[in-house]
């Protein structure tokens, strides 16, 4: 069965994100005011597998090994059939 | 007023994603058979402006200018008061 899922990632709070702390800066050269800026990135993809509860496990074992770093990344998995 | 932005980039359909081609095959490497991988970025702020339509005009400007390429990728913006 085809199971859609979507992992999204994202540093925990205190962690430094040089990323968004950089957009802030530039848009503040080019005269734009905004703060707190934050980013989050999404990966998508296409997995077959039996049912939700092994997609869900196979899924946090890929956050866990691959995806993202589990000790300054915050993850959160979604899956839709 | 304060308003919460976000603005959600992902590449336009049929442009080549080195990253999500490069996770897919790294997934694989792993033992994890993913398809259609795809990733999407989103940067969140908080923006004060005197009303939505201002806010739109300004982060549309934003995107069009620092924030995203135009040319290959497509952009949604959405915001809250």
């Known amino acids: 069965m085809i199971f ?4 999204k990632i994202s540093l925990k709070k205190g962690m430094l994100n040089p ?10 050269l080019l005269g734009y005011k905004v703060k ?5 990135d999404i ?3 296409q997995i077959d597998e039996k049912n939700e509860e092994k ?5 946090d074992d ?9 000790v300054i990344h915050d993850y959160e998995i979604t899956i839709n059939s």
């Open 4 to 7: 859609n899922v979507e992992v």
């Open 19 to 28: 990323e968004s702390s950089t957009i802030e800066r530039a848009l503040d």
């Open 36 to 40: 707190n800026t934050d980013t989050i």
């Open 43 to 45: 990966i998508t993809f």
């Open 55 to 59: 997609v869900l496990e196979e899924v």
């Open 62 to 70: 890929m956050c866990q090994r691959l995806l993202c770093n589990p």
